[in-house]
């Protein structure tokens, strides 16, 4: 969507805010029950990744359906599988019309893709295989994800690719971003994941007793990444433990959910999560007029915005003109305070006064933010990117009236502030 016309409606939404605190109704929608499906081999299995996703899920509050196709040593597009491989197997698409599916999971055998970025063995149809099956996907069901499973290797490598488990990770995302680029959808960092466990908490094994699949732990880091990838929420918000350490549950679970924040911009995750946006006590999302609002994961109110009614954890469900539902990340709604963005980890720049008359005093701790300050009209008026310190603006020109200012911090969702200019 062109930026003029994206702005434009901004400001449209944000200056009806201003002046509107009466909320208007619609009819109520919810999406209380998510659905996965599970397609892959025993890397999947193993420890049970489909059931300690769904015990995480439903520790929290949310319940879920869930299937799963994982039969041994099964890949997407090996050509000596035949119809065993996933790409032409009857039974995956049986299975992909047998429920209306949220999200797929679909995970291959990760040695292919321990070759050179966008190198893949002539054995399999790697990319050709991921494509049909979320072509078979979003064929029966338009508002569903692929989730690719971007995994890790055997612990000692697979020499000559990599001789360490690290190394393989390494090669193994790069070549789930090559998929990405060609595919498109979400990829679910795994791998990633396993990284930062590895490098900061050596005392917890990832790997089963065959240091290639993995154990109880890197099962339970998967199925916490999954969690943060389809919740969109800190795994930690779960009761569930699996039987480990309860410090090593939290460190699993914090480790999961940091690496999903950190990546999303990577892994295509931001490209179906709006934001919450508003000032004072009004929230709403932008681009979209339909919006279910959960307050503790109860559904409190639909409608296009929402007058928070009190301190607690938020998130909303946003419909568009398809139909298809979009989930926020969860925030922490204050009545008082507004709103405290999930993603934003640096200090949003502050400006001063507001009103404001020939100068405005903007401080800013945070580098390479940039500022747009947008008219009534959706016109941008100023544009900058801020330095690390004060400067101060010269608005003197502005005409009297209602502005937003946008801070866009890269890796990170922009946040939205109401300036008046007064004469």
Known sequence: MPRTILHNRLISRLILLAGISILSVRPCF???????LFVGNSFTYVFDLPG?????????????????????????????????AHM????????????????????DNQGRFVRDY???PASSLVIEGHMKIRDSLLFYHPCAHMLWFAGWGPKAGYPPYASTGTGLIDKIYNNYRYLLDTAGQIIAPFGPAWQRIIANYPGINLWDLDNTHPGLAGSYLNACVL?????????????????LAAADDLILKNTAWETT???????????????ISGFDNVAFVPLFDSCAWYLNNVLIHN????????????????????????????????????????????????????????????SSKTPDCKM????????TVYEKTLPTGEINIDCLSWPAGLYVIAFAVINQQSVFRKLVISR
Not at 88 to 107: A, C
Not at 227 to 243: D, E, L, R, W
């Open 88 to 107: 032409n197997n009857p039974l995956v698409y049986d299975l992909i019309r047998s429920n209306d599916w949220d999200y797929l999971l679909l995970q």
């Open 372 to 379: 747009y300050v947008m008219n009534a009209l959706g016109q």
């Open 30 to 36: 919810s999406q209380d029950t998510i659905k996965v």
């Open 52 to 84: 300690l996703f769904d015990s995480l899920a439903k520790g929290a509050g949310h319940p879920v359906i869930i299937a799963q196709h994982t039969p041994g040593g099964m890949s997407v597009g090996d050509t000596v599988q035949g119809t065993s």
């Open 118 to 120: 966008g190198v893949f």
């Open 303 to 362: 409608g296009s915005s929402l007058n928070i009614p009190e301190d607690g954890e938020y998130y909303a469900i946003a419909k568009d003109a398809n139909g298809c539902t979009f989930r926020t990340m969860t925030y922490h709604l204050s009545s008082i305070n507004g709103i405290n963005n999930p993603i934003q980890n640096q200090s949003i720049p502050v400006f001063y006064p507001n009103p404001a008359n020939e100068i405005l005093h903007v």
């Open 261 to 275: 924040v950190d990546s999303i911009e990577y892994t295509g995750l931001q490209e179906i999560t709006p934001q």
């Open 227 to 243: 969690f943060s990838t389809v919740f969109k929420n800190s795994p930690t918000h779960s009761t569930f433990n699996p039987g």
